[in-house]
């Protein structure tokens, strides 16, 4: 009895060993490697992959460490293409690393019969970087806080300041216009609130619990920014040949 008891075990134990290795190697299978025009390598990973046999066709997702050029995104494009050239039509969506891939598609490419087409779309990164780094540009008494919407396509940053005892609100968009709202700051249920004094759109903010800006509407709360860190420029700001609120180069 005790026999097959211990046969049990070594049976139980050798299937969680065979089943932790094949996950570990379907992982490592997951992460491939192609080089780009100048010889750097690139990294990029399978997040999800799904096929239709009875209609020919499969979807990719597809996680990049960074964005690439037309060329490199081509030849990975090619490599995921020749391991499924059985499949009529191929889908493959490329996402950045870090930026929210339940609403932000970088870029796609189509495999289909009659050729290859391939897109970099939405909001190009080298704007989102750009815009993360926007700061304002006048003299400022304090910066209370940036927050990011990374919605797609309408990204913008929130930069709530003090400026000779007043509160306002910068609001920087993806495509280099912004907003300057003035601000009432009150407390709301032991959170800090700021009331837009002419407000279309948005109503007012509240700096939630976990540092998170809640963005109101006349009805409800529509959506969060998440936080971003400031940078370290001292108890003011005076960039050169900028009067009023705009991108910092």
Known sequence: ?????NLKSIYA????LAFLLTAMITLASSIYLVKDSQGKDIRYKIISESSDDDFSRCGLRIELLEPVDQKTLKKIAMQLRSNRQHFSYLWIWYYIKGLNTDKWVWAHSHFKPDGLELKISRSPLFKINKLQKTTVK???????GKWFDDTPGKESITTIYVENGRSFALINYIEGNYELEKLKKTEYRGKTKYDIIEGKSIKYFIIEE????GVYGYKDKFRQDKPL?????????TTTGAPGPGYSE
């Open 13 to 16: 134990f050798l299937f969680i």
């Open 229 to 237: 860190p400031l940078m370290k420029l001292g108890p003011s700001s």
């Open 1 to 5: 009895m005790n026999r097959i008891k």
């Open 210 to 213: 976990n540092g998170n800006l």
């Open 138 to 144: 006048k003299n400022y008494d304090q910066i209370i």
